[in-house]
């Protein structure tokens, strides 16, 4: 399961692809693609993995991905029952990195677009009120083309490079090397499936088809973060879902997430997250708190920028 590079085809008539789905398993794979992609999840929850960033999305999350970065999105395993009602639409676009042209780019007035689409090589969230223009631009582009089309766009990565509320979610170093990235993405794949478990190195290693000897060398060298913190991350970051959806105890959720007790989950949470378990919960469920434009996910990723 190797990340798949994705050929986009677009109309003849248009420079750049702008769609909406409305299903949850659309290139439900790890893949990588040439062109740069701006995605607006207007309905929807779940896990998005952004090259060895795992980060929870939600309804209103706009997030923008670089050429060749290898994402997917991997909505709850709740839009796949049977009987799922849960309503999924998201609105995405896809652009060549030089779709403007060099000369355009080159413009001293657009050093700043020229400057993102760098940074968007690590994969960008967008936050704040940029967020929310950026979603509305995008609702526009839906229902138009041509030329005011590209202006939209050019808006909306206008708006981006000028805020000041951005995450670059990618490590600085990630450079996924694409000989190996079949046994990576098996790893995680499998990791995702069986992360409540224990998972024993020999188990993994199989997985990876190298020996249980050379397994934590070869995943640290591949993905730049050991195999316990992976799965660490994945269970924290499961723990916040549930503790954001308030169904369960807090001890509960420990137990969900995999843990074995509640001293390690308190702990591991808190070196992930910044914040206990409770606080967490606390900050986000607490409305007249949090300020209206910004997600409890994205106050956190400010704090920790700080």
Known sequence: MKPQLLRLSKEPTQSFNVRQ?????????????????????NKGKGTQFVGDSINRFQPGDV????????????????YFEPANTLPVDIRV???????????????????IIRELLEKAKRGIKITGQAKKTVATLMGKMLQTDGFERMLMLM?????????????????????L????????????????????????LEEIAQIANVSPNSFCRFFKSKTGKTFSQ????????????????????????CYESGFNNS??????????????????????LNKSKVVSLFTNDELLHLKKAK
């Open 21 to 41: 789905d409305v299903v949850p398993d659309v290139n439900n794979k790890w893949h990588y693609h040439v062109e740069v992609e701006l995605i607006h999840f």
């Open 63 to 78: 997030v923008l991905i670089g050429s060749e970065m290898p994402h997917i999105s991997r909505f709850d395993d709740q």
């Open 93 to 111: 676009a896809h652009f060549q990195p030089n779709f403007f042209g060099e000369v355009f780019l080159n413009l001293p007035e657009n050093k």
């Open 155 to 175: 808006e909306a990565l206008h708006e981006i490079a000028k805020s000041p509320g951005i995450i670059l979610l990618s490590s600085m170093g990630f450079k």
């Open 177 to 200: 090397d694409f000989k190996e990235s079949e046994r990576v993405s098996d790893i995680y794949a499998y990791t995702f499936k069986h992360f409540k478990e224990k998972i024993s």
């Open 230 to 253: 992976f799965i660490l991350e994945l269970k924290v970051g499961h723990a916040c879902k549930l503790l954001i959806e308030d169904n369960y105890s807090i001890k509960q959720i």
């Open 263 to 284: 001293a390690s989950f308190y702990k591991y949470f808190k070196t992930v997250t910044g914040n206990s378990p409770s606080a967490y919960q606390k900050e986000f």
